[in-house]
């Protein structure tokens, strides 16, 4: 099937972002296990880590805005004041907690004013280790014989390895992307179809090719993520020398790289990104509005009538040439976020408020391989709608028919993995031989192949 305007013609990813987060507390393994059952497939575990070494899933290391941590008095004098990728945060920080204190804590909706049906879980799910995120997954694989990926991202990189420090003062120097692949290894997770791994920065990603991945005899692909590379900042700043900041870690990709490039548009120039995938990355993920440019509007607009104007972007109907320079260089190209609620839409150059679909359908158009979203039923929704637009025209349904064969002697259920029709849970198709028979026959008939 090479229908789709993704580099290799296949169903862009849905990818399910902290799980299914516009649903649930993010990163829990309820979160994640409702994104698989919503139809993503891939699901986002973003990766800090605790004082004994352990990966677990959180957004940022400060666990206040995700747990219940601050109301817990016997942390009360954990809480303290980090330099954190070169903004001061007080909070109750990861790295200073054992995985068993962890444990104990209980994790809660991020936005509870924006999601407040979220709100009715916090105080029920645990905060995952990548351990049990993983284990999760072949669990969910097991029971639905689809195949599911994780797309691990570490987190705060710089700060854990170089910069960081515990609530003692004294250095964090965590290499997380080395735990990172040392816990694929020891769990034998490392199928490079089923693992990807991003970051914003580049200076691990780098590492991980050249060194931490070629070490433990694995190569998964790498995804650049473009919106802020905090990894430069300290790169390139020489009263950071003595913590190891070093910007001839960049040397290899030739390009002419400083402090401000973490920032400005340097990483997105055609050169970069080939340079990116010489080096060391298969995929970028951008900001989506480095695709489809919005301008902030001066008035917000209420787009669903409730009497609360949210709406404050409209897009400007432009297209840039991200996606098709970054498919020049053989990146594949994945965009965050996705989210359906209103302060998260725009409003298309007409006027009219764009629909999640209608977003998630634009992005599909331009040919994205994957999208990060809060939402992976409206994600999946949006690719089968896709699919059916498409009428199958050009589809190569012997391959169609073979596959869902494959399957089905594999787990006893008709489907194709990665589109519309094949949803194990919804399939309308169950015949993949008679509809592959008739395909042929009509393409005999009439050079044309349809059912
Ligand atoms: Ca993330
Ligand atoms: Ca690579
Ligand atoms: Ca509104």
Do not use: C
């Not at 994945?334 to 839409?345: A, D, I, N």
């Not at 391959?399 to 399939?427: C, K």
């Amino acid at each position: 099937m090479n229908d789709f305007n993704t580099l290799d013609g296949n169903a862009p990813e849905v990818i399910g972002h902290r799980g299914a987060s516009g649903y649930r507390p993010e990163h829990t393994l309820e979160s994640y296990r409702l994104a698989i059952e919503l139809g993503a497939d891939v699901v986002e575990p973003d990766l800090v880590v605790t004082r004994n070494g352990v990966l677990i899933a959180r957004h940022e290391n400060d666990l206040s805005g995700t747990t219940d941590v601050s109301e817990r008095p016997e942390f009360a004098d954990r809480e303290t004041t980090k330099e954190i990728d070169g903004q001061e945060i007080t909070g109750w920080f990861a790295e200073d907690f054992t995985l068993a204190e962890i444990k104990t804590l209980y994790a809660r909706e991020r936005i509870p004013e924006i999601r407040p049906d979220n709100a009715e879980y916090d105080d029920l799910y645990r905060i995952p280790t990548l351990d049990e995120i993983i284990e999760l997954v072949r669990q969910e694989e097991a029971r639905t014989g689809r195949e599911i990926g994780i797309i691990p991202e570490t987190k705060h990189p710089t700060f854990f390895l170089q910069e960081g420090t515990y609530l003692d003062g004294t250095a964090i120097q965590q290499d997380t992307s080395r735990l990172l692949i040392d816990a694929l290894v020891r769990a034998e997770f490392t199928d490079p179809d089923r693992v990807t791994i991003q970051s914003f920065e580049l200076g691990n990603l780098i590492k991980l090719q050249q060194e931490i991945m070629s070490e433990a005899d694995v190569d998964l692909p790498l995804v650049q993520l473009l919106g802020g590379s905090y990894d430069l900042a300290f790169n390139f700043d020489p009263g950071k020398a003595s913590l190891g900041a070093d910007p001839s870690v960049y040397d290899e990709l030739g390009l002419d790289l400083s402090m401000e490039s973490a920032v400005n548009e340097d990483l997105v120039s055609a050169e970069a990104l080939q340079a990116m995938a010489r080096v060391y990355a298969e995929a970028i993920g951008p900001y989506k509005d480095y695709i489809r440019p919005v301008v902030e509007l001066e008035t917000p607009v209420d787009g669903n009538g409730d009497g609360r104007a949210e709406i404050t972007r409209k897009l400007t109907g432009e297209t840039t040439s991200l996606v098709e320079e970054a498919h020049a260089a053989g990146l594949e190209v994945v965009p965050y976020t996705l989210r359906r609620e209103e302060s998260f839409l725009s409003l298309t150059p007409e006027g009219k408020v764009e629909t999640p679909t209608e977003e998630a359908r634009a992005l599909i158009e331009i040919g994205v391989d994957g999208f990060f979203t809060d939402n992976p039923d409206i994600g999946r929704g949006a690719v089968n709608q896709e699919f059916e637009a498409r009428n199958w025209e050009g589809a190569d349904w012997n391959a169609i028919a073979a596959e869902a064969t494959r399957n089905f002697e594999r787990t006893g259920t008709w489907y194709v993995s990665g589109i519309g029709l094949g949803d194990p849970d919804r399939a309308e198709v169950t015949d993949w031989n008679a509809v592959a028979a008739q395909v042929e026959a009509n393409y005999a008939a009439t050079g044309q192949w349809f059912v």
